[in-house]
């Protein structure tokens, strides 16, 4: 069975604080790992799809790295708007198109 | 910047009503989907439907759920006979492939009362 854990459940950081986000994963045949942002009554945000370990991406502030048991999402200098709770999701080769999520992490930047 | 659009945000059902969620997925996509989040727990997976028919479902997706997609815009979750479990957000969401990221609308807010 495919299980996500990320980790911390929630984070705290100050304005500027860089810190890392951890998303552990159990799967047969990763075909992708989904990184997502949801603010609060509002549906997931797609952030990042990273296909193979070695990979990374960035945008902005955040920049995402896989290896074959964990991704991180790294924030850097964060701002207060940057808080909101960031979903992580794996995609099975045989489990077809459906995502696994895992509990995700919210973060609060202070100013 | 195109969306997935859901309607209504929120619907409140007495128990044992049928209730229809409406997504009108973004126009070049062509896988569809539906998933849920009960309040404080995951996102889970529902269904997926590409090229006219489910291609899978989980175990929650059982005989009280159904798909439909009735024109070339509007994708439907109905749900037959609500209960009190239903009560949570369900998102819609669609993808231009099957492994790229999907866009998520903003939910329709479903409590059962």
């Known amino acids: ?111 | 910047e195109p969306e997935v659009t859901q309607t209504p945000s929120h619907q409140v059902t007495q128990m044992g009503q049928e209730v229809i969620l409406r997504c009108v997925p973004i126009s070049n996509h062509l896988y569809f989907y539906w998933y849920r989040q009960i309040l404080g727990q995951k996102v889970e997976f529902l269904v997926s439907f590409y090229n006219n028919e489910i291609s899978e479902k989980s175990e929650i997706f059982d005989d009280q759920f159904s798909v439909e997609r009735p024109d070339g815009s509007n994708f439907t979750l109905k749900i037959r006979s609500t209960k009190l479990e239903d009560s949570a957000m369900y998102f819609c969401a669609s993808s231009e492939l099957s492994n790229y990221g999907y866009t998520f609308g903003s939910g329709t807010r479903l409590t059962v009362v």
């Not at chain 1, 997502?36 to 945000?45: C, H, I, T, V």
Request: net charge neutral.
């Open chain 1, 1 to 111: 069975e495919d299980q996500v854990t990320q980790s911390p459940e929630a984070l705290r950081l100050q304005e500027g604080e860089s810190s890392s986000l951890n998303c552990s994963y159990t799967v047969s045949g990763l075909r992708g790992l989904f990184w997502y942002r949801q603010d609060p009554g509002k549906g997931p945000e797609f952030l990042f799809t990273l296909y193979s370990a070695g990979e990374e991406k960035e945008k902005e502030r955040l920049k995402a790295t896989l290896t074959k048991k964990e991704s991180f999402l790294h924030i850097t200098a964060p701002k207060p708007e940057d808080s909101a709770t960031y979903l992580c999701a794996v995609q099975a080769g045989n489990a077809g198109n459906m995502l696994t999520f895992g509990g995700g992490t919210r973060l609060m930047v202070k100013p």
